[in-house]
C-alpha cells in the first residue's frame, strides 16, 4: 500500500460532534492529539489549467504567471473572497505543520462551486500534505460540492480578463451570451462545470469518503455490518457510490449520501454527516440537477428528509461509549441557533427572509441531535464564529461551534485539544499574515482603471489595496459587502437611512426624542468612565460595519474595533432599547446579545457537565 491512500482520509467535515470516551488520547510523545476544522475554503484555483482548453487567464505583471482569479468587483459583492483564499489556505495548512497537528478536518465547501479544475487542485494539494507531513484529511461535503446531487454544467462571467474587462468561463457554448457588444469572447472547457457526487467522490475518495487497507474501520448509513465483522475488502464493496442512496420520497429518483465513520487511530472516531438536502422542484423521477434545489436549508431539511440519519447517528454514539472511543462527529451545517438569541428580533426588524434566517436550525434539530447522543458539534457554512449552547436539562445539552471560513471575516480556523476524557480545548487561529496574499493587486488595478474609465457607478473602493495584512485585506471586503449588498438588501430604508447618516453624538440626541432611558445611559457612561464626546469620532456607518464584524467575529472583533468603541455602542444600545422607536428598539437589543454570547475564542468544553469555560475570559 502506497503512502498515499495510507494519508488521504481527514479533510471533508462540516459538522462536529464530541462524545465522551473512556481512554485519553494522547500522541507517542505524552501530548494531546489535536484536530485542526478548516471549513469553508471555497478553493478556486487561480494558477490552474483546463484539461481540453489552452487558455490559462490573465498575465499577471507582478508574478510572471497566468491566473485565472474573478473581479474584485464580483468578490466584494460576495459573502466570501474568490481569489485571496487560496492562499490563506495554503498559510493554514502550513500552521498545521508548524504546530504538528496530523488530523485535519473540512466541514464542507472545500471547492467554490464543485468544479473539477478546483476539486483536482484540492486533491493535489492535500495529497502533498499528506505525503510531505503526514497529515491525515478528513472531508464532508458542502452545499457547493456538489451543488447539485448531479452534474451540472456552468461558469462564471465575471473572471479577471485582458484589460481589466470581465472573461466569462462556461462548461459549454449558449449558457451566457454577453450584451456588451465589447466583452471578450467566452472560454469553453468542461473543467468548470459543476461536479456531482459521483464525479467528486471519485477524485476525493481517499479523503474518507472510502477506506484503505489501513483504516481500521470504516461504515456508512447503508452497511449491514458491525466493528467485529469488519473487514478491509467488505467495506470498500460498500463504499461505491451505488451502495450510499436515499429517496427523499418513495416514488422519486434516488440521491447519494456521502456519510460516514471512520477510525484512523488513536481510539478516535470520526462522523462525517452530509447534511446536504436537495429536494426536487416536481413530483416526477429525475436526474437532471435542474430538477433539484440548493441544499443550503442545512439541518430543517434533514429532519424531515433524512431521518434515517438520526438513527445511524444514535447507533454511532452508543458503540462509541461502549467501545471507549472518541468521537467526533461533523457536517457542514449548524445545528444551533448562531445568532446568540437574537433570531426573532432578526426576524422581527429585517424580515422572515433577511439576514440567512432560512439557514437558522430550529430547536428540535438540536433535541433530535442530542438524543442521538451528540454533546459537542462543529459546523460551518456560515462563514462566523460562533458558540452555541442547547440545554435541554441539566444531563442532557448540546454545543455547536461554528468554524469561521478562511475566504471571509474572520479569516480562522479551530484547533481542537483533546485534554482527557472530558475536557476539550477549542481555540480559534486567526490567519492575520498570509504569504502572497497581495499578489493580485496589480490585476486589481487594471480592472479598477477600466471600470473608472467606462464610467461604472458604484465601484469598489481602490484604497482595499492598500490592506498590509491578509485579516485587514477581510476587513475591508466585509466593509465593502456591507455597502454593496447588506444595507441595500437587507436593512429597513427608515432605520438605515436615519442610523447612517447621524453621528454617534446625534444618535444620543435622536433616541432621548423617541423617550430613551437618557438618565440610565448617563448612568452607563459614568459606570463604564466614557467620555460623552468620544461618539463625535465615529457614524451610525461605523457602528453598522462593526455591527457585523461583531457578527461573524464573535469576541474576537474586540482586537478589531477596540474594547472602547464596543463599550460606546454597548451603552448607545441600552438606550436604542429603551426607546419606543421600534426599529431602533429591536436593533439595540440585537447588538446587545452579539455582544453576550457563549465563549467562541479560546475556551474549554466539560462533556460530563456541559459546561464552556472561556480561557483568558478578559480578552472573550
Not at 488530523?103 to 479544475?117: I, M
Not at 454514539?317 to 448562531?338: E, M, Q, W
Not at 437558522?360 to 459537542?376: C, Q, R
Amino acid at each position: 500500500m502506497n503512502r498515499l491512500s495510507i494519508k488521504i482520509t481527514l479533510f471533508i467535515i462540516p459538522l462536529v460532534f464530541l462524545v465522551a470516551c473512556k481512554k485519553q488520547n494522547e500522541k507517542p510523545n505524552g501530548k494531546p492529539l489535536q484536530v485542526a476544522f478548516l471549513s469553508d475554503v471555497h478553493l478556486l484555483d487561480i494558477y490552474g489549467k483546463f484539461s481540453d482548453n489552452d487558455y490559462r487567464g490573465v498575465l499577471n505583471p507582478t508574478t510572471g504567471k497566468y491566473t485565472l482569479a474573478r473581479t474584485m468587483q464580483s468578490q466584494l459583492e460576495s459573502t466570501r473572497l474568490f481569489n485571496e483564499n487560496y492562499f490563506a489556505f495554503k498559510a493554514a495548512l502550513n500552521d498545521l505543520v508548524k504546530r504538528g497537528v496530523k488530523y485535519a478536518v473540512l466541514p464542507g465547501d472545500f471547492s467554490d462551486d464543485g468544479q473539477k479544475v478546483n476539486v483536482r487542485a484540492l486533491k493535489d494539494i492535500l495529497i502533498s500534505y499528506a505525503n510531505k507531513h503526514n497529515i491525515n484529511f478528513i472531508l464532508t461535503t458542502g452545499n457547493h460540492d456538489p451543488v447539485k446531487p448531479f452534474y451540472e454544467d456552468g461558469g462564471k462571467k465575471d473572471f479577471l480578463g485582458e484589460e481589466g474587462k470581465q472573461q466569462a468561463i462556461f462548461s459549454r457554448e449558449n449558457i451566457f451570451i454577453s450584451k456588451d457588444s465589447g466583452a471578450l469572447p467566452a472560454v469553453i472547457t468542461k473543467d468548470i462545470g459543476k461536479l456531482g457526487y459521483k464525479e467528486i467522490l471519485q477524485e476525493l475518495k481517499f479523503f474518507g469518503f472510502q477506506p484503505n487497507e489501513e483504516t481500521v474501520y470504516w461504515e456508512t448509513p447503508f452497511t449491514n455490518y458491525l466493528n467485529g465483522t469488519y473487514s478491509y475488502q467488505k467495506a470498500l464493496s460498500k463504499a461505491d457510490i451505488s451502495n450510499r442512496t436515499y429517496k427523499i420520497q418513495p416514488n422519486l429518483a434516488e440521491v447519494p449520501d456521502l456519510s460516514y465513520l471512520i477510525e484512523l487511530g488513536n481510539n478516535i472516531w470520526f462522523l462525517a454527516i452530509d447534511g446536504n438536502v436537495y429536494l426536487p422542484g416536481s413530483e416526477e423521477i429525475s436526474y437532471s440537477p435542474n430538477d433539484f434545489k440548493n441544499a443550503s436549508v442545512g439541518y430543517n431539511n434533514v429532519l424531515t428528509h433524512k431521518a434515517y440519519l438520526l438513527n445511524w447517528v444514535q447507533s454511532v454514539t452508543k458503540r462509541a461509549h461502549k467501545l471507549g472511543k472518541t468521537l467526533i462527529v461533523f457536517s457542514h451545517y449548524p445545528t444551533v441557533d448562531f445568532n446568540d438569541g437574537a433570531t426573532n428580533e432578526i426576524r422581527s426588524l429585517f424580515g422572515e427572509d433577511k439576514m440567512q434566517l432560512d439557514r437558522v436550525p430550529t430547536d428540535e434539530v438540536a433535541k433530535a441531535l442530542s438524543e442521538a447522543g451528540v454533546k459537542v458539534h462543529f459546523g460551518g457554512h456560515m462563514h462566523i464564529n460562533d458558540t452555541g449552547l442547547k440545554r435541554f436539562s441539566k444531563e442532557r445539552s448540546l454545543i455547536n461551534i461554528q468554524v469561521p471560513s478562511l475566504a471571509a471575516y474572520i479569516p480562522a480556523y479551530k484547533l481542537l485539544t483533546l485534554k482527557s476524557n472530558e475536557l476539550f480545548e477549542v481555540e480559534t487561529i486567526i490567519l492575520d499574515s498570509v504569504a502572497g496574499f497581495n499578489e493580485l493587486f496589480s490585476l486589481y488595478k487594471e480592472e479598477y482603471n477600466f471600470l473608472k474609465e467606462n464610467n461604472e457607478e458604484d465601484i469598489w473602493n481602490q484604497d482595499i489595496l492598500k490592506s498590509s495584512s491578509y485579516k485587514e485585506f477581510t476587513e475591508w471586503h466585509l466593509r465593502e459587502l456591507v455597502r454593496f449588498r447588506f444595507l441595500k438588501s437587507d436593512w429597513p430604508e427608515g432605520l438605515k437611512n436615519i442610523l447612517i447618516n447621524k453621528r454617534g453624538k446625534e444618535l444620543i440626541t435622536f433616541a432621548e426624542s423617541e423617550q430613551g432611558d437618557i438618565e440610565s445611559f448617563y448612568s452607563e457612561l459614568l459606570k463604564q468612565d466614557i467620555n460623552l464626546n468620544d461618539f463625535e469620532e465615529w457614524t451610525g456607518l461605523d457602528m453598522v460595519n462593526d455591527f457585523y464584524k461583531i457578527k461573524n467575529a464573535d469576541n474576537l472583533a474586540i482586537m478589531d474595533v477596540g474594547k472602547i468603541r464596543i463599550n460606546q455602542y454597548i451603552a448607545l444600545s441600552k438606550l436604542f432599547k429603551s426607546t419606543a422607536h421600534r426599529e431602533f428598539s429591536l436593533f439595540g437589543t440585537i447588538f446587545l446579545k452579539f455582544c453576550n454570547g457563549q465563549p467562541a475564542n479560546h475556551f474549554q468544553i466539560d462533556l460530563k457537565s456541559g459546561e464552556i469555560m472561556a480561557i483568558n475570559p478578559l480578552n472573550q
